[in-house]
């Protein structure tokens, strides 16, 4: 079991017993990552993306006593709120969305190169980059703690990494330390897609 | 696909930095949203956990950024048990302990050494000169406080560390818990014994078994057995090993709480030894090995350190012992030598 289960059994055991300052920090962290992970699988519909996830929070803390620690607790969030939008779906009589994400899907490889790609004005290509752009900020999405946040101040902010350390409130080196985990994580998430696939080219 | 991903060096083509800004930032949900979705949320936490809570409105997560709510709640929203709850009691005490009872603001009083004095939640405690002592927080945990050291008791699971260096030992029963919270992070065990020190302004924490997850500022660290982890005032994080039968450990022997063992098998003695210790035992043979465990002792050691009760207790016995550089303790039987 990685630290991070642990670090996950151990909150959810607090959770259970009723800390509520636990409960209240996992919601906010968790909370903006699922309305995202359910915006996309609900056509982009932003109050059933969050109707899916009030149900995915109440469903979770009913069952959060079931949680083992076999994946991160992220993850299994995101497991009920993937079986909870299929659900919707299924009751509604609605077919699944016909957009599948890229991250459900097997090959994504050269999507990453597209995305970096000189602009075009084709519609397919920019369907597709802007696809992938989803698909990057989904895995900023499932990195540990608070790397995706960091991530964005530095990149798409321009934070230093003192401005860093002030906004988190700890030392320069400690901020250091945790951008270079945190580029660590993305590098290493964004390359498993990558790996995992078969090349494929945009169309 | 090109490599870049996979580059560690900074003089490649940054392809973190490329990513990360091509993709932009991600959207944020609308806060009438995230509102809904928290009170109700809120609710079924409620409802779940059977008790009744304020529900918080307000502040936008997003607006707040990334909080150390773990750190601030703990603190802040512990729900408060009623008035003068035992939260602990003294088990030993040497030199001058004193405690403070909760709204007593300015009035210290003397502990005495035996006199199992019951501590109400949000009693504070010092240790002064070379003062030492030993807390019950429950059945299976016990607190040690060494010298110069000033903690508050917010509840039975919860130590605040002001100054100074405390010894937690979360006993053998899966599920206890307890959060220790220093100016510079909290350490929370995860099944564990392990030494928290906060002095000048400098974190250190050492493991002598299990696991201990600390949060400081927003960052979130686990130590393992054998860990120690320090952050200085800038918060930088070191960490070394430090093994379970080190030196470093042995104030904790000063001040351990003997159990009884009048009546009791040598098994019981040996093995609250070999846990203040850190040693582990070695049998010369499955015959001494079993006899341990049906030969009774009478006596009390209850003033006695770890390795002076083995020596004056095993007398007693036809068991002899030694312990070695190796970390082991080694038991033979002397009538069969």
Redesign the interface.
Same mark, same amino acid.
């Given at each position: 079991m990685s630290?991070t289960q642990?670090?996950d059994?151990?909150l959810a055991?607090?959770?259970? $017993?009723?800390?509520?300052?636990?409960?209240?920090?996992l919601?906010?962290?968790f909370? %903006?990552r699922l309305?995202?992970f359910a915006?996309h699988r609900t056509g982009g519909n %932003?109050?059933l993306?969050?109707e899916m996830?009030?149900q995915t929070?109440?469903k979770a803390?009913?069952r959060?006593d079931t949680y083992r620690g076999e994946a991160a607790l992220y993850s299994w969030f995101c497991q009920i709120c993937r079986n909870t939008i299929i659900d919707w779906h299924r009751s509604n009589q609605r077919e699944r969305a016909t957009v599948v994400p890229l991250e459900d899907q097997a090959n994504v490889?050269?999507v990453?190169?597209s995305?970096?790609a000189p602009a075009t004005d084709r519609p397919e290509t920019a369907t597709w980059q802007r696809e992938?752009?989803?698909l990057?900020?989904a895995t900023?999405?499932v990195l540990p703690?608070?790397y995706?946040?960091v991530?964005?101040w $530095?990149?798409?902010d321009g934070l230093s990494v003192s401005e860093i350390?002030d906004?988190?409130?700890?030392?320069? $080196?400690?901020?250091e330390?945790?951008l270079t985990r945190a580029?660590s994580a993305?590098?290493k998430a964004?390359?498993e897609i990558?790996d995992s696939t078969e090349?494929m080219s945009p169309p | 696909? +090109?490599d870049n991903? @996979?580059d +560690?060096t900074e003089a490649a083509p940054d392809?973190?930095?490329?990513?990360?800004?091509?993709?932009?930032?991600?959207?944020?949900?609308?806060d009438a949203?995230?509102q809904?979705?928290?009170a109700?949320?809120?609710q079924?936490?409620a409802a779940?956990?059977?008790?009744r809570?304020r529900l918080?409105t307000g502040l936008s997560?997003?607006a707040?950024?990334?909080?150390?709510?773990?750190i601030?709640?703990?603190v802040?929203?512990?729900?408060a048990a009623p008035p003068q709850q035992r939260v602990a009691e003294l088990l030993r005490a040497t030199g001058v302990v004193e405690a403070m009872r909760p709204g007593a603001q300015t009035t210290w009083q003397t502990l005495m050494a035996g006199s199992r004095h019951q501590l109400p939640q949000g009693s504070r405690l010092r240790t002064a000169g070379d003062a030492r002592a030993a807390l019950a927080l429950s059945d299976d945990i016990t607190l040690r406080l060494d010298s110069g050291t000033s903690i508050s008791l917010v509840s039975a699971d919860h130590v605040a560390l002001h100054t100074g260096r405390i010894y937690i030992d979360a006993g053998e029963q899966a599920?206890n818990?307890i959060a220790v919270t220093t100016p510079a992070g909290v350490a929370?065990d995860?099944g564990t014994r392990f030494e928290v020190q906060y002095l000048d302004n400098q974190l250190r924490l050492r493991i002598r078994d299990g696991?201990v997850?600390l949060s @400081?500022? +927003?960052?979130?660290m686990?130590a393992d057995a054998g860990e120690q982890l320090s952050?200085?005032?800038?918060?930088?994080?070191e960490r070394s090993t430090i093994a379970p039968d080190a030196r470093q450990w042995q104030w904790i022997e000063q001040i351990a709480h003997a159990p009884e063992i009048d009546g009791r098998p040598v098994r019981v003695l040996l093995n609250w030894v070999a846990r203040e210790t850190g040693k582990t035992l070695r049998f010369s043979d499955a015959s001494v090995e079993s006899e341990v465990g049906t030969t009774l002792l009478h006596g009390d050691i209850s003033l006695l350190q770890p390795l002076q009760a083995l020596s004056v207790m095993l007398a007693t016995t036809d068991f002899g012992f030694a312990v070695g550089d190796d970390g082991q303790i080694e038991v033979w039987s002397k009538t069969r030598e």
């Open positions: 630290d642990h670090m059994r151990a055991r607090r959770i259970l $017993k009723g800390d509520e300052a636990a409960f209240t920090s919601f906010d962290r909370f %903006p309305y995202r915006l %932003p109050d993306a969050g996830v009030q929070f109440r803390i009913e959060l490889r050269a990453l190169e995305l970096t992938t752009r989803r990057v900020q900023v999405d703690q608070n995706g946040d991530l964005e $530095k990149y798409i350390a906004r988190l409130q700890t030392g320069v $080196k400690a901020a330390s945790l580029r993305f590098r964004m390359g990558a090349a | 696909m +090109s991903i @996979h +560690s392809r973190v930095a490329e990513l990360i800004r091509a993709a932009g930032r991600r959207e944020a949900p609308p949203i995230y809904r979705v928290r109700d949320a809120l079924a936490f779940r956990t059977g008790r809570r918080r997560a997003l707040a950024g990334v909080v150390a709510a773990i601030l709640g703990v802040m929203t512990r729900p599920g818990q929370r995860i696991k997850e @400081h500022a +927003s960052d979130l686990i952050i200085d005032g800038t918060g930088a994080v």
